[in-house]
């Protein structure tokens, strides 16, 4: 299933002025909301329309700005320089395909088993958080480094 694919219903749907769209197979579903007042997006809005009780992990892309445990992508040739990696407090780990000097964790970016194993064993714990949205929703979480 393609989500919001021109020439299907959903997406001329929203096209024509539908405020939210969902699609849906057997196997998966998706929510699309039309958000064209919101200056940026609450990124703890959006993991609390997640069903928490089948995670262990949320894992975003993008939110740079958010004061969140970050870990920092970086492919050699992907037309960045390592000295360009923004490493703020709240990255754990960076990813990398060659070795960095860095303060921080270095995952092997290309070993998807043992990435995965450092990112587990750096999780930070997580704890309920209030939304910054007026409108009721469930419990919110945010990571807090447990140092």
Known sequence: MDVDK????????????AAQTIVASQQRWALM????????LDLQFL??????SKLDLILVEGFKHEEIAKIVLFRDGAGHRPEELVIDRHVIAVASDVPLNLDVALLDINDLPGSAIGMTTR?????????????????????????
């Open 47 to 52: 993991a609390s329309r997640m069903d928490t």
């Open 6 to 17: 021109p020439g299907k219903d959903s997406y001329e749907l929203r096209k024509a002025g």
């Open 33 to 40: 909301t039309e958000t064209p007042d919101e200056e940026e």
């Open 123 to 147: 999780t930070p714990v997580m704890r309920p958080l209030r939304s910054s949205r007026t409108r009721s929703s469930p419990p919110q979480f945010s990571s807090a480094h447990g140092r």
